[in-house]
């Protein structure tokens, strides 16, 4: 990359950074923090309503919100999504009832500024480097992750759960800034197939019976870890076990997040390296479920909560990692974009489902914990079944190749025809509207020298 391209990429992670912490902060403290809150005592359920409220309305805004960035501009959509995220922030920070926090929640996800800013990085970077920089916002999405659920416990003993909803509001509002004064303006808007929704994907997308299991699984995934924060940090404060005080939490997350990241690594090498993703993505989706049988039959034992907490992180953060690689090697030439965008739709309805089922199921007078694990437990039985049959992934990656003056439908066909006859090269789609031919190639085979000289 230039230094442009740095610029932006640094720039634009840092804006995923900031806003994804402040939806990833509250996670393992809300639910304690929302049961003190008036109503929850007559209307318990929507502490798991409003923990996972934010993912339906992000659900439902994060397309149209891309789209729109293609028609009004990037930065203004982005930064309108912000203070509508900072707005809800704050509406939670100051109410002291249940509902009030759950309509902070609902204003908060209806900032889904995510695929705007897919599509400025998309604006900002050369097609040879499009996938190093979304790579780097996808490890910033982990990092804040982790980083999140260290400091959550620490931030709600200092300021408490209102003071983080106030911190979230001011990421937001940095994150302006970044997007103004770090963040370049893009020479040229444009619509990138590779990486926004294209509506006339969507049908290709929706039939595609590999790209529908990765929805389901993403939607079980997020679904499982919010039905489980409903009720997880509650048993760690439960009177009558003592396990652990909130504001000791951080001792418990901070070597979990680093043991599991260290344990991650082998299984992604693997999956990519040794071409055995289907394999490793089973054994993920193994782990999070002895994770909750440990939680359903031993939550009573710091050391078996650690332990679990262990191995859901270790599948988690793998099935983090690989999913999104398996939908870019299953989706269709051209269709990358539109694949992620119904994936993250998916993965956002998952949280909401998640958080609403967690809040129906737990009930604090008989603070039935096992049951709820008992439940987010099958759930994720549902998903290694549907997983299992699911076809070995082409190992092909999606090369974006610069093309000008085209000229006509029969020039697309010629350009199409020649590259489909070079080795390494399997499926490909020329779309003269956007100057690019999207290629799926084997890179271990492609000479990619070759096909740049090709579109010359």
């Not at 987010?376 to 974006?400: C, N, R």
Request: net charge neutral.
């Amino acid at each position: 990359m230039n230094a442009e391209e740095r610029k932006s990429v640094i720039g634009l992670s840092g804006i995923f950074a900031l806003r994804m912490m402040g939806l990833f902060l509250i996670l393992p403290v809300f639910s304690t923090y929302a049961h003190g809150l008036d109503g929850a005592l007559e209307h318990p359920e929507l502490v798991g309503i409003a923990l996972g409220a934010y993912g339906l309305t992000q659900a439902l805004f994060q397309i149209p919100f891309g789209m729109m960035s293609d028609k009004f501009g990037r930065k203004p959509v982005i930064a309108a999504g912000m203070l509508i995220f900072a707005m809800g922030s704050v509406i939670a920070a100051i109410s002291t009832s249940i509902e009030g926090v759950l309509i902070g929640r609902i204003i908060q996800g209806s900032g889904a500024v995510a695929a705007a800013v897919i599509a400025l990085t998309a604006d900002l970077t050369r097609e040879e480097h499009r996938t190093k920089a979304m790579a780097s916002i996808g490890i910033t999405i982990g990092f804040s992750f982790a980083l999140s659920m260290a400091l959550a416990p620490m931030l709600n003993h200092w300021v408490g759960v209102p003071g983080i909803f106030a911190l979230t509001a001011a990421f937001s509002l940095l994150s302006i800034l970044v997007l103004y004064f770090i963040v370049p303006d893009p020479v040229k808007s444009s619509h990138h197939s590779d990486s926004e929704v294209t509506s006339g994907m969507f049908n290709k997308v929706l039939k595609h019976e590999q790209l529908i299991r990765l929805d389901i699984g993403v939607f079980v995934l997020h679904a499982a870890l919010t039905a489980m924060f409903v009720v997880l940090p509650l048993v760690l404060i439960n009177p009558v076990q003592e396990l652990m005080p909130q504001s000791e939490q951080w001792k418990l997350y901070v070597p979990i997040m680093l043991l599991a990241f260290v344990l991650m690594v082998p299984l992604i090498i693997l999956a990519e390296a040794k071409y055995k993703m289907k394999q490793v993505f089973l054994f993920s989706i193994v782990l999070l479920m002895a994770a909750c049988a440990v939680f359903a039959l031993k939550h009573d034992s710091l050391w078996w909560v650690a332990a679990g907490l262990t191995l859901f992180f270790t599948g988690f953060n793998a099935l983090e990692a690989s999913l999104p690689s398996l939908v870019s090697k299953y989706a269709p030439a051209g269709a990358k974009g539109t694949a992620i965008g119904v994936f993250n739709t998916s993965q956002f309805f998952g949280a909401f489902v998640g958080g609403t089922i967690g809040g129906f199921l737990y009930n604090p007078i008989t603070q039935n914990f096992a049951f709820v694990f008992w439940v987010v437990f099958a759930m994720l039985g549902a998903w290694w079944l549907v997983a299992v049959f699911m076809a070995q992934p082409p190992y092909l990656a999606t090369l974006t190749l610069r093309v000008n003056n085209l000229g006509g439908e029969a020039k697309e066909k010629d350009l199409a025809r020649r590259l489909l006859a070079m080795q390494g090269v399997e499926e490909v789609w020329v779309v003269a509207d956007e100057n690019a031919a999207y290629c799926k190639v084997d890179k271990k085979k492609v000479d990619e020298d070759a096909l740049f000289a090709a579109v010359a």
